[in-house]
């Protein structure tokens, strides 16, 4: 059987968990191209902003992890501009391929409002590992200048808005806050008067999860000094100033905003079927079934469960998908029948600031506090682990060709 040439485009959670499944297979020789080299554990940016870990807890370097798998494994750095789907070619900005299947996973971005002024201007995301360290460092040499000024006395107050109660607002907003109370408690310095709002326009956090989550949530925010502004919708962003509700005013240092996600850009040239949030409808194979041998997987694509059901753009989610789309390729090639996906959530992790977590898996599985804490670190930790284990030879492959690299 002749080997086909698949391309996976993009090295997220989708991409990176397609790639184990076609890497592995000798039907195929697979090219993965993202724009970074790095795999980004989106689910523990509240951790690096918090200053809780360092850059390297959260990547994995796609190079060495490509590498590991032998020659049928390219990565490639770049950044996809155009796809001729009739050609069957890409084209990025500094090269184009040419592929037998592809797989779209590019994932997706932060929903910024347009008709809300100053939201992306004056905002910070956490969608990029560069914007998440930017964050960081902005918010330390801020603190740092506040507190030289006052001679180590914050009189003034310091206000963090995060603007969106799901699960990335309430992580970072909860993580934060933990990190502000031990800086307090262990800095000789006083500085007690910093404030983080979570600015929410539902009743609640979490809107749509399981109550357990909500109440358990709400409660671990408002212990740590989190004050929740529920109702209030963002009406303009201006320097330091947010409104909202067309009147209300909170002057703010540091804003993050986590309010939605839309697909990435890539989608915007496609001439597919998509919804309102410019994912792509895909069909129950992940197939884009308008061009033959694409398809997509993670936040690019709109996700349903075997029931018809939405599912929330999640790292689980995507890795579900990412693995579905890249059996079914498989398939195609080996001239088998293709599987209908059947992804579902098993559950969800909150994880709360310091060693404190909400946890509900399997439909029955509910515990809050260390034990949480516990079970997250094991099954987030142990991803990364089986991922840095195959980067380690990947690395020694690296090695013995005396560093050469393909790019």
Known sequence: MQRKRVVIVGGGYAGVEALKVLATSESCDVVLIDQHPYHYLQTEAYELIANECSMTRVTIDLVALCMSYGEHVTYIKDTIREIDFQAKHIMGQNSGHAYDYLLVCTGSRTAYNGATEGLREYSHGVKTL??????????????????????????????????????????????????????????????????????????????????????????????????????????????????????????????????????????AGMDVPKNKKSQLIVDKYLAVSQYEGVFAAGDIAQLQDKEGKMLPPTAQSAEQSGRSAAVNIVAL????????????????????????????????????????????????????????????????????SKGHCRF
């Not at 089986?386 to 690296?398: A, D, F, N, P, R």
């Open 130 to 267: 560069l914007s998440a360290l930017t964050f960081k460092q902005q918010f330390e040499q801020r603190l740092y200048q506040r507190m030289e000024s006052e001679g180590g006395w914050c009189s003034e107050p310091f206000n963090i808005v995060i603007g969106g109660g799901g699960l990335s607002g309430v992580e970072i907003a909860a993580e934060m806050a933990y990190y502000i109370r031990v800086f307090h408690q262990d800095n000789t310095l006083t500085c007690d008067n910093i404030h983080i709002f979570l600015v929410i326009p539902h009743e609640s956090v979490l809107e749509g999860m399981e109550p357990y989550l909500i109440t358990q949530a709400t409660k671990r925010l408002l212990k740590l000094g989190v004050k929740i502004l529920n109702h209030s919708r963002i009406t303009s962003v201006e320097e330091h100033v947010l409104i909202l509700n067309q009147s209300e005013k909170i002057c703010f240092d540091f804003m993050i905003f986590t309010g939605g996600i839309v697909a990435s850009t890539i989608t």
């Open 333 to 400: 090639i080996e001239g088998k029948v293709m599987k209908p996906s059947n992804m579902k959530m098993r559950g969800v992790m909150i994880a709360l600031g310091g060693n404190y977590a909400s946890v509900s898996l399997l439909g029955w599985i509910r515990v809050s506090g260390i034990v949480g804490y516990m079970i997250k670190t094991v099954i987030m930790r142990g991803y990364r682990y089986l991922l840095h284990i195959q980067c380690v030879k990947g690395i020694e492959i690296m090695d013995k």
